[in-house]
Every structure is written in C-alpha cells, then in structure tokens.
C-alpha cells in the first residue's frame, strides 16, 4: 500500500465510527514532558492518529442533572473509542507496522492527573481543534462535547495541519466566561489555569451514594461553541425544575 493508501484506509476505519480523526507526525508531539512523548511510549514511532466521538448534546444541556446519563456516556463512547482504537492497529499491523493504542482514559501516572500521552496535545497537532479557556479540546463543529482517543504507530502517514483558529478568544466577549462561571468547585480560573486535585476529587466524592464514580463536565458542557439548536427552543428552567425534583425522589438526596 503507497503512504496515501494507508492513510486513505486509516481515515476511513476511524470515520466508520468516529465524528473525527486527524494525524499528526510524532515529531510534534516529542516537546512533550520526558515519559510522555511518542517515542517513550513507541521508540519507532512516526505518526500520532487521534479520533474523537461527539457526546450527545441532550445530555450535555441537562448537566448537572444529568450525570447518571452523562457518565453513562463516558462508558459507552470510551468503549467505542477503544474498540476503533484496537481495529485500526490491528490494520497497521497486519501491514507490518506496529501500532499501540492509548487509551481513551486511563492509565494515570502513579495516580497522578496525567496521562501517558496528553490526547487533546495530540489532537490540536492533528488539527482537530484547539485548547480553549476550559482547558479542553474544542472543535468547531462539536465545541468541547468531544471524546479523544489516540494510537501511537510506526507507520509513515499523511499528516493534517495542525489547528490554528482563535474559536474560545473570538466567544470570549459574549460568553461570560460560562465555564469558569459553572465549576461548582472553582478549579478553572480565567488565566486558563486549572486545578486538577480540586477537580478530580469533586470527581471522586461527587454523589457519595453511587456505587460508580460520577463525570460533571459542567465545563465542557457550559461552553456556547459547537452547541447544537434544536427544533424546539430549550426551556430550562422549566425542564430543569422538573428533572431536580424528579432525582430527588428518585435518590432521596438533595440535588
Ligand atoms: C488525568 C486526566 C484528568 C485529570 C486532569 C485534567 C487536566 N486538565 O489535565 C482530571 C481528573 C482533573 C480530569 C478532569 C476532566 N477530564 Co480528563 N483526562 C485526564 C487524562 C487521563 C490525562 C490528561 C493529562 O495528561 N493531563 C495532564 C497534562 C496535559 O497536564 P500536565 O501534566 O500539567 O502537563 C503540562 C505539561 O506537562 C505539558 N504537557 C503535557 N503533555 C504535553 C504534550 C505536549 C505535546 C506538550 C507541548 C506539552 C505537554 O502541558 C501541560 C501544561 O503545561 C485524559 C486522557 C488522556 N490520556 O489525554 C482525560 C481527558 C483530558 N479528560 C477529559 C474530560 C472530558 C474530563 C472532564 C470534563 C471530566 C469528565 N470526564 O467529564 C474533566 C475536565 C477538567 C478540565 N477542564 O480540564 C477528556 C477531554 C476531552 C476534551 N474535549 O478535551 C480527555 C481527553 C479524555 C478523553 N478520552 O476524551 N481529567
Ligand atoms: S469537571 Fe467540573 S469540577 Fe472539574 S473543572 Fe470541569 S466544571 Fe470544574
Ligand atoms: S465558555 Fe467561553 S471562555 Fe470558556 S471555553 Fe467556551 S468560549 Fe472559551
């Protein structure tokens, strides 16, 4: 198969059940933190492919009440971002390269809040979008309402230019700053700094009666860009009310 071919095919396995995928050279990504660069993980590698997958925006829009359904698809769309992950290796290998899948949210380093290969790095040198004030990837099309994934492959490919648009500083003056705004724990300031510990353990504690760990993303669910318009105007405060008192009854806890 030419560069072209493999690339072409690469494209193709990912968009069958992607939203979006993008390469980048691994030479991008080597200014990355020593242990966290492409070929720490890979000593061959020469291309970074990374893929993302939309989060429903009903569920989205109804965050915080949501985060049953909400972590529900962190579940649903890890499981298909790796699943797509393995398949394209699989592919790479069977053409003679080798191909690692990083996967979509784990491992930690040492229980740190880091992972071995920043995906959303990755993504903006793939030219899927850039770092917004939220800290997350932003996609025109989907703002932040994305999941990443990513494979670390010693297969020469045709790269994507890596994202250059201003999308978060252009909304920046209509927003009101919505994402630092909704953090119930203050972890985003609006210097772009965010504090992980704070973050992850409103993580951990959120909802002490679930048996699961639950996701809040209130700050990639608050952000305007990429939020789809419905049919019907939304109708918060009314659907909202509703949901609170509904969970309420259902968990016996306040929300
Ligand atoms: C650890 C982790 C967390 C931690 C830390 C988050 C953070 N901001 O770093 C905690 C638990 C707090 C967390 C929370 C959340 N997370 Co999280 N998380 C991860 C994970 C596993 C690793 C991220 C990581 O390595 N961060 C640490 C790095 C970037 O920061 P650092 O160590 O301080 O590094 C500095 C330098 O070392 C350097 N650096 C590091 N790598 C590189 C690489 C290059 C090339 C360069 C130049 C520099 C560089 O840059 C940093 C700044 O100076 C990724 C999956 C993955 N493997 O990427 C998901 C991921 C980032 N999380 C995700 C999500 C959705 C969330 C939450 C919304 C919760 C949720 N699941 O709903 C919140 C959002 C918080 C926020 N606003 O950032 C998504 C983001 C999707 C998107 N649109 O961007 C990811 C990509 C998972 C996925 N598969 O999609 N997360
Ligand atoms: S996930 Fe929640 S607590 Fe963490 S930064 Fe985003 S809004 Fe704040
Ligand atoms: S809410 Fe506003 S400041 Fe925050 S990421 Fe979105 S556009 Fe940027």
Known sequence: MTKQELTQKV????????????????????????????????????????GLIHILDSVCDDLPYS????????????????????????????????????PAAYPRINKLPAGVLSHRHAAVAAGLGEFALNNLLTTEKYGSRVRLVSIVTEADLEADEPYKATLCE???????????????????TADSYIDKL???????????????????????????????????PAQPEKRSEKVKELKELWTGAKW
């Not at 990912?14 to 660069?37: F, K």
């Not at 699989?90 to 690692?100: I, T």
């Not at 209509?174 to 972890?187: D, W």
Request: charged fraction near 25%; include cysteine.
């Open 198 to 232: 704070k973050c992850l353990h409103y993580q951990e504690q959120i909802m002490p009666w679930s048996a699961a760990e639950l996701r809040c993303g209130l700050c990639l669910a608050s952000c305007p860009i990429g939020k789809r318009e419905f049919k019907e």
């Open 11 to 50: 494209k193709e396995m990912a968009l069958n059940q992607l939203d979006m995928v993008g390469i980048t050279p691994s030479s991008r990504l080597e200014c990355a933190p020593e242990g966290r660069r492409p070929s720490d993980i890979l000593p061959t590698a020469r291309s970074v492919i990374v």
């Open 67 to 102: 985060r049953y359904e909400y972590t529900n698809q962190f579940f649903i769309l890890n499981g298909i971002l790796n699943e797509t992950a393995r398949k394209i290796c699989h592919f790479l290998e069977e053409e003679g390269y080798r191909a690692l899948p990083i």
């Open 170 to 188: 252009e909304r920046r003056q209509t927003c009101g700053l919505a994402c630092v705004r909704n953090c119930p724990t203050g972890s985003l």
